[in-house]
């Protein structure tokens, strides 16, 4: 079974995420901040990380970084999901490590159709 970490301090948007991948047969965990969620990330070893960009301490560009960096993460496919729209945002996101850049919010099956793609 495939499973995704979700790294996302909006509990609306987690239940939304959660609601999706659970219903397409997904295990998902979740972290509240970059920070958690990286070490989540070591521990666990997700299939792929949905990454929000805004949250407290280390954002959601800075995480990716860290886990594109890390050797014991950076197979780790990131797809940084988010409300930050501006073309620079999606580019810079993409530099940290990021496999894909979804706007939020985010259909399901364009959802699930970019994390099979970043899964293949």
């Known amino acids: 079974m495939t499973h995704i970490l979700i790294i996302d301090d909006s ?3 987690v239940h939304v995420f959660k609601t999706i991948l659970e219903k397409n047969q997904i295990q998902v965990s979740v972290a509240t901040n970059g920070e958690e969620g990286i070490e989540k990330a070591i521990e666990i070893q997700p299939d792929c990380i949905l990454m929000d960009v805004v949250m407290p301490g280390k954002n959601g560009f800075q995480a990716t970084r860290d886990l594109s960096r890390n050797p014991a993460t950076s197979k780790i496919p990131v797809i940084i999901i988010t ?3 501006q073309e620079t945002d999606k580019i810079w996101g993409m530099r940290q490590g990021a496999k894909d850049y979804i706007v939020k919010p985010a259909n399901e ?4 159709g970019r ?3 970043v899964l293949n």
Do not use: S, Y
């Not at 099956?109 to 699930?112: P, S």
């Open 115 to 117: 994390i099979k793609k």
């Open 11 to 13: 509990p609306t948007e």
């Open 109 to 112: 099956a364009d959802l699930i």
């Open 83 to 85: 409300t930050k729209n």
